[in-house]
């Protein structure tokens, strides 16, 4: 039996954006960070080639763009503990370090270690979309939050983007599968 799978977080959904080059620190991966004063739009997030759905704030001009943009969106989950794995796919320029519920999940085209606003990406050349699995154990029933940092290579960089896709598997298909077997295997009840 094919494993169905559920999608979380569609590309294309809109997210909530912090682009003034300042510093938020860490408090903003988490789950319960107030991100009220954010602005929001649908992805494709970012600026500079004109394929986005919303245009973010850059900086002061062509040669000074901020490093670090912050990204935040949620979803809702009724009973985690039906998933049996999650798998993501990530559009970014040029490097991005992805969170769930303000645990660290992936990170590409980024140096190792802490991370801060002024970190620049690896490098800036062009990427394609890059896949990514995450541990279904980081879900929690309810609300969850993703939470995405998207860093410049270099502050002179022309361009960033960003949109993200989250998808489950369940374990629906596997336990129907079980049921399905042990059914057969009794015997006939009725006469
Ligand atoms: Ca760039
Ligand atoms: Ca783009």
């Avoid at 990427?127 to 980081?138: N, Q, R």
């Avoid at 295997?185 to 006469?191: H, N």
């Amino acid at each position: 039996m094919v494993c169905a799978q559920t999608v979380l977080v569609p590309m294309g959904a809109t997210w909530k954006f912090l682009a003034d080059g300042s510093n938020p620190g860490t408090a903003w991966r988490t789950l319960d960070f107030d991100d009220a004063a954010w602005a929001r739009g649908p992805a494709e997030l970012g600026y500079g080639e004109g394929d986005e759905a919303t245009t973010v704030p850059s900086g002061t001009g062509s040669v000074s763009h901020f490093v670090t943009t912050y990204f935040r969106t949620s979803f809702v989950v009724d009973n985690s503990g039906r998933y049996s794995g999650l798998s993501g796919t990530l559009v970014y320029d040029d490097g991005a370090v992805v969170y769930l519920n303000g645990a660290e999940v992936f990170r590409i085209n980024m140096p190792a270690g802490p991370v801060s606003f002024n970190t620049l990406a690896a490098d800036s050349s062009e990427y394609e979309p890059a896949g990514f699995a995450v541990d279904a154990g980081h879900l929690r029933a309810g609300r969850n939050v993703i939470a995405v940092e998207i860093h410049q290579g270099d502050s002179g960089s022309s361009d960033i983007s960003f949109d993200l896709r989250l998808e489950a598997v369940t374990r629906e298909a596997r336990a129907m599968s079980a049921a399905h077997a042990a059914s057969t295997a009794r015997p006939a009840a009725r006469q």
